[in-house]
């Protein structure tokens, strides 16, 4: 018995002292798009049926608008139609979900657009995803903005909100409670009950406060790019960053 209680205490210091998390950043297990010059070019193709909603569609362009805009060095091509198509491109897809797989994989990188609700910030999260970013409040930076309401977690919260990912070119990037890439502390669909995903920290309160933000502005929707969000994508692609209060010293 006195073997099996060292056994369990052992464990438990274990699971507290290692933190470990995934790092994409490794080779072969992630990679950001080929870059062969000083600008990125990302080709998409929008499936028909999702022409049949111009609110989606309006929010589409807005999402991919934005991101040009404010990056700076990527231009999202439109190839719709095109014969051949190019060998690696965005396949945006209505599906059910507003889901899209993290960085480059070659070939067509689908992203559903149906489950965002024509929410061009929620479109744009999902396109961050597939230029590499994780989410923000993945990364081990959450300690003191956020606690995770690990207890009240579905088995899908578990893997998009509580398991820790962080990329190596991120790791010195300050927590961003109002990334795009931050989910909103409450998020249908996380839960098992309807539980809130997460509460908000003093570090978190403080962060919003100073930015003239509230607790309300995080609550029920993912917000737009940040300029640290645009930071952090420049740091994935070697370009180089003015990082100001982005990234720690
Ligand atoms: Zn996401």
Known sequence: MNRIAVGVVLLALFAWSTRSFADVDKPGN?????????????RYTVEKSLTADPGLIAALRRAINEWTTLLGFVDFVDVTGQKPLPKDYISFEPGADCKATRGFLGGAHV????GCNREWAAMAHE???TLGLPHEHQRPSRDGFVTINRLALNDL???QVLELIELSSLRKKRHDLLS????????RGLTKNGEVV??????GKRFLKARKKSEDDI???INEPTACDV???KHLYGMPTQDGECFQP
């Open 127 to 129: 396109i961050g995803h």
């Open 180 to 187: 795009v890439m931050h989910y909103a502390l409450e998020q």
């Open 198 to 203: 997460m509460f908000l920290d003093d570090e």
């Open 30 to 42: 992630y990679k950001t798009w080929p870059k062969p010059g000083a600008r990125l070019s990302v």
């Open 231 to 233: 930071v952090a994508l």
């Open 219 to 221: 609550r029920t929707a």
């Open 157 to 159: 919260g578990k893997t």
């Open 111 to 114: 992203i559903y657009l149906r």
